[in-house]
Nanobody, 125 residues
């Protein structure tokens, strides 16, 4: 497994941008597929974006497509979520997650076996 630590959350006005980072430690980061999830108060955790291991192919939830971009730097063991045109409904705790067997389109939380502690994103209207 890898250990994950998120950073970059905060308070932003609607229409603004934030950049979340996830730093990974442990062996074999480049072989893991990575994902971002979020959980708003009173709601279930939902998939946001995913990126495959070495090839870097990406996929997104419909609610963020065109606004969010996931990327990774295997040399630095990091994965990033650039969030633009933020909306109040994007307010949530955002989690970074790793999967050793990720396939494109997989968005179920049980498919990911390592999780960070989360970072709060709050978008004001």
């Amino acid at each position: 497994q890898v250990q994950l630590v998120e950073s970059g959350g905060g308070l932003v006005q609607a229409g603004g941008s934030l950049r979340l980072s996830c730093a990974a430690s442990g062996r074999g980061f480049s072989s893991y597929g990575m994902g971002w999830f979020r959980q708003a108060p009173g709601k279930e955790r939902e998939f946001v974006a995913g990126i495959m291991s070495r090839g870097g192919r990406t996929y997104y939830a419909d609610s963020v497509k065109g606004r969010f971009t996931i990327s990774r730097d295997n040399a630095k063991n990091t994965v990033t979520l650039q969030m633009n045109d933020l909306k109040p409904e994007d307010t949530a705790v955002y989690y970074c997650a790793a999967s050793p067997r990720l396939r494109v389109g997989v968005s179920e939380a049980p498919s990911f076996d390592s999780w960070g502690q989360g970072t709060q994103v709050t978008v004001s209207s």
